[in-house]
């Protein structure tokens, strides 16, 4: 019953690899996030969708491409891979019309690039 | 853009002492702070918020001030236990309107609480 649900948990790959990170969430939300966390711990935001719509693009290299194929799903693919896009990937998701606007964090993704 | 700065980047308490941690913010037009929490190797999760029509809100052993004057909130902790020893991050967001976040983090600051 987990609420927002990231796979894998753990990605280690060599650098130039492509590699996809899938996030779900169960909770009916309209909209949904990727989050990248650096090794200082600084979260910074990197897309949202709405209803499947991209709302938030920040200033992410194109090898970053998000995908959401209906409001409940938003994966993140990666292309050739470099060693600075190691880091813990988190999807979130929220609420339209939630008073709070509470993020609600997946688990996050190790991502390693040697 | 919106930024947000954040102090101490550590700090460390004996237990049943009181904790403080100061953010900044740069957007006027910011209206939404919340707090989280991330424990070693888990989400962040959100501890307490307030909106920009508010001063100051308490819940338990934890509150948070605003001052939209000088665009700074702080988060205040009493009798700290290990519990609480974790990586806070204060955020602000300038588009929020009940419904997507453009949520801007400070970097976080580390506490540790000694038994």
């Known amino acids: 019953d987990t609420a927002v649900s990231q796979t894998p948990k753990y990605l280690v790959t060599q650098m130039g690899n492509d590699k996809s990170i899938k996030c779900e969430q169960n909770l009916g939300h309209d909209t949904m996030y990727w989050y990248k966390q650096d090794s200082k711990k600084f979260l910074k935001i990197m897309f949202s969708?709405?209803?499947?719509?991209?709302?938030i693009n920040e200033t992410v290299p194109n090898r970053f491409s998000p995908k959401s194929p209906d409001k409940a799903h938003l994966n993140l693919h990666i292309n050739s891979l470099e060693l600075g896009d190691s880091a813990v990937y988190f999807c979130?998701?929220?609420?339209?019309?939630?008073?709070?606007?509470?993020?609600?964090f997946g688990e996050g993704s190790r991502l390693t690039v040697l | 853009g919106e930024n947000v700065e954040q102090h101490p980047s550590t700090l460390s308490v004996q237990e049943g002492d009181s904790a403080v941690i100061k953010c900044t913010y740069s957007d006027s037009a910011s209206n939404y702070f919340p707090w989280y929490k991330q424990e070693l190797g888990k989400r962040p999760q959100l501890i307490i918020d307030?909106?920009?029509?508010?001063g100051e809100k308490k819940d338990q052993r934890i509150a948070v001030t605003l001052n939209k004057t000088a665009k700074h909130f702080s988060l205040h902790i009493t009798e700290t236990q290990p519990e609480d020893s974790a990586v806070y991050f204060c955020a602000a967001s300038p588009q929020f309107s009940g419904g997507y976040n453009k949520l801007i983090f400070g970097a976080g600051t580390r506490l540790a609480v000694h038994p």
């Open positions: 969708y709405n209803n499947k719509e991209l709302i």
């Open positions: 979130a998701s929220s609420q339209v019309d939630s008073y709070t606007g509470e993020l609600f």
């Open positions: 307030i909106r920009s029509n508010v």
